[in-house]
């Protein structure tokens, strides 16, 4: 990744100083989470109630996270991860990639989503794509379903591979705030 990707990146999370410095590639979604943190902390301190509600209502949107729940310490990297995304329990759910859907699934205030598919078999059942998964990443995908075919999907690493390869953890931060600004723009 070059560094104008890396500052792109980093200004899509908010943070707009960045010093780099040696960390263990097993805590480095530890290190992200406390810097973006610090940032919205520092950023709602300086602005005002209105300005506060309007940043909220600019970024709620509901998250589906499909794939196998995660366990263990990949639990503890999918509540990092719904910490830093500054996630309320109303704003995200785990959905079985075989559910069928329904339209009483969906909100019925519009609110938009976005959904996650954690792995590779998740992400070409959802979408009806037959690639792997390093050619569905960095891609927004539609689920293949009645009913949703409009619904974002972006495809990313199953948490326990990340456990296990954490050097993709960079990559599953990119997937992340593609996501996130996918939402954004709905």
Do not use: C, Y
């Not at 040696?22 to 973006?36: F, G, K, M, S």
């Amino acid at each position: 990744m070059n560094m104008s990707t890396n500052s792109t990146f980093l200004k899509e999370m908010g943070i707009t100083e960045w010093t780099s410095r040696d960390v263990d590639p097993e805590q480095a979604h530890v290190v992200v989470a406390a810097e973006i943190e610090q940032h919205h902390a520092n950023q709602m301190e300086a602005t005002s109630p209105a300005e506060v509600e309007i940043h909220e209502r600019r970024s709620a949107g509901v998250w589906w996270f499909f794939g196998n729940k995660p366990q263990g310490d990949a639990e503890v990297l999918f509540q990092n991860t719904i910490r830093v995304l500054g996630l309320t329990p109303q704003e995200w759910s785990w959905k079985n990639p075989s559910e069928k859907f329904n339209p009483e699934h969906f909100p019925q205030d519009g609110t938009p989503i976005v959904a996650l598919a954690f792995g590779g078999s998740a992400a070409q059942r959802l979408s009806g794509e037959r690639d792997a998964l390093p050619e569905l990443r960095e891609t927004v995908l539609a689920i293949n379903a009645d009913g949703a075919e409009d619904l974002p999907l972006i495809a990313t690493f199953e948490l326990n591979q990340l456990i296990a390869k954490p050097q993709d953890k960079a990559l599953f931060w990119q997937d992340l705030l593609l996501a996130k600004s996918v939402l954004q723009n709905i």
